[in-house]
Nanobody
Framework: QVQLVESGGGLVQAGASLRLSCAAS????????MGWFRQAPGKEREFVAR????????YYADSVKGRFTISRDTTKNTVSLQMNSLKPEDTAVYYC???????????????????WGQGTQVTVSS
């Protein structure tokens, strides 16, 4: 099993920045990639960003490209999401996720991820 713990959420005004972190523990050697999803009230969980553990290839949802940056620290088993120019529509619970290996066509589908954190709230006021 892999355990994921997020931190760094909060309440900010539009245009501000926040940095989320996710610490992985347990059988981390089985992790192929880690990513972030978010879920707003009444909406489905949606893909935000993903990074491959080996090589560091990144993927982003179109809605966050140019504003969010995902990174990882393989020595500390952590992944971070730097969120700049936040908008009210970014308000959601943000979840860290990890998978053992999934196809590129599946990376935006939360059902293919094996492990999840408990989530951290991000609220952006206008």
């Amino acid at each position: 099993q892999v355990q994921l713990v997020e931190s760094g959420g909060g309440l900010v005004q539009a245009g501000a920045s926040l940095r989320l972190s996710c610490a992985a523990s347990g059988r981390t050697f089985s992790v192929y990639a880690m990513g972030w999803f978010r879920q707003a009230p009444g909406k489905e969980r949606e893909f935000v960003a993903r990074i491959n553990w080996i090589g560091g290839t990144t993927y982003y949802a179109d809605s966050v490209k140019g504003r969010f940056t995902i990174s990882r620290d393989t020595t500390k088993n952590t992944v971070s999401l730097q969120m700049n120019s936040l908008k009210p529509e970014d308000t959601a619970v943000y979840y860290c996720a990890a998978d053992s290996f999934i196809r590129s066509s599946q990376i935006t589908n939360p059902h293919y991820y094996n492990y999840w954190g408990q989530g951290t709230q991000v609220t952006v006021s206008s």
